[in-house]
Structures are given as C-alpha cells and as structure tokens.
C-alpha cells in the first residue's frame, strides 16, 4: 500500500454532525466541572475564602480547570487518533490526519481553549461571542464548512466513509 493517494471522496460533516460531537463531549466536561466545583467549593469554604469575589473564585478555578482539561484533551486525541471521543461516536474526524501536534495545538488554542475563560466574570461574554462566532463562520463557510480554528491549523472535519 505504499505510495497510495489520499481519498479524495471525503465529505465535510455537516454542521449538525459537528455540533453533536462537542455536545457530546460538553455533557461529559460538564460533569467534571460540576465536581470540581463542587471539590474547590469545599476546600476554599474550609480554608475562609468562599465569600472572595462574592463566592465566585470556586467557579472560575473550576471553569479553567475543566476548560484547560478539555483543551488538552481536544490537543491529545487529535494529534493521537484525529478525532475526539465525540467525534468518534457521530463518525466524522479530522483530517489530513498525520498533522504535527505544533499544528493541532495552533487548532486547540483558537477553539476550544477559550472555554477556560468562560467563568471569568465580564470575560464569559467576549468568550461566548468568541465562541458562537466560531460557529457562524462554520456554517458560512461553504462548502467545505471550517472555522477559524480548522483554518488556523489547514484542517477539515470530514465524514467517515465505509
């Protein structure tokens, strides 16, 4: 098989199939933010500092733990398998696969590292529109559908073919 030519007849995932993976994967780093808020809550409840920004710092320790944890974990499947566990399960992944993890961290840093802004009070708001303007442009961007972070790093997200 040496010297073969990449398929050719890849399809871009449709909009849907991409937002069902991220929600996929939301549902399980939101369960973990939950119990790490929950875990930060305590420590600094015991240590006096629950009150400190009007009870706020567990949230955003928590938020920028759970989003640093997704990024990563978006960077490391990625430049290992070219696709994330959601990704997996809606059938799409990323390609050209093989891309220097330098390139897929390009990627992650545009989207989605931003998460770990979002429970910085103030900031949540310019992340978010960050965010849902990610996904407008993928949606505008016909017809091979990529957002700025597909374009950052010279990927596409495509169906698997049989």
């Known amino acids: 098989m ?9 399809l871009p995932a ?17 369960v973990f933010y939950y119990i790490l808020f ?9 240590v006096g500092m629950a009150d400190v920004f009007g009870g706020r710092l567990p949230g955003v320790f928590a938020w ?3 989003g640093a944890a997704y990024a990563g974990y ?26 220097p993890r330098r390139v897929l961290l ?14 910085i009070p103030v900031v949540n708001l310019l992340a ?15 017809p091979l559908e990529r957002g700025p972070h597909d374009r950052a790093a010279g990927t596409r997200v495509v169906k698997d073919l049989p």
Do not use: N, Q
């Not at 040496?2 to 890849?10: H, L, M, N, S």
């Not at 929950?38 to 015991?46: C, P």
């Not at 799409?92 to 093989?98: K, S, T, W």
């Not at 390009?106 to 429970?119: C, D, F, N, S």
């Open 38 to 46: 929950i875990a930060l809550w305590a420590v600094f409840r015991t």
């Open 106 to 119: 390009k990627r992650t840093l545009v989207y989605p590292a931003p998460v770990m802004l979002m429970g």
């Open 74 to 99: 978006d960077w490391w499947a990625l430049s290992r398998r070219g696709r994330t566990f959601g990704k997996a399960i809606m059938r799409i992944r990323l390609a050209p696969a093989g891309l």
């Open 128 to 142: 978010g529109m960050l965010l849902f303007g990610v996904g407008l442009l993928i949606l505008m961007d016909k």
């Open 64 to 66: 920028l733990g759970a």
């Open 14 to 30: 449709e909009w849907w199939e991409r937002l069902g993976a991220r929600l996929i994967e939301a549902l399980v780093f939101g």
């Open 2 to 10: 040496a010297g073969t030519a990449p398929r050719t007849d890849v």
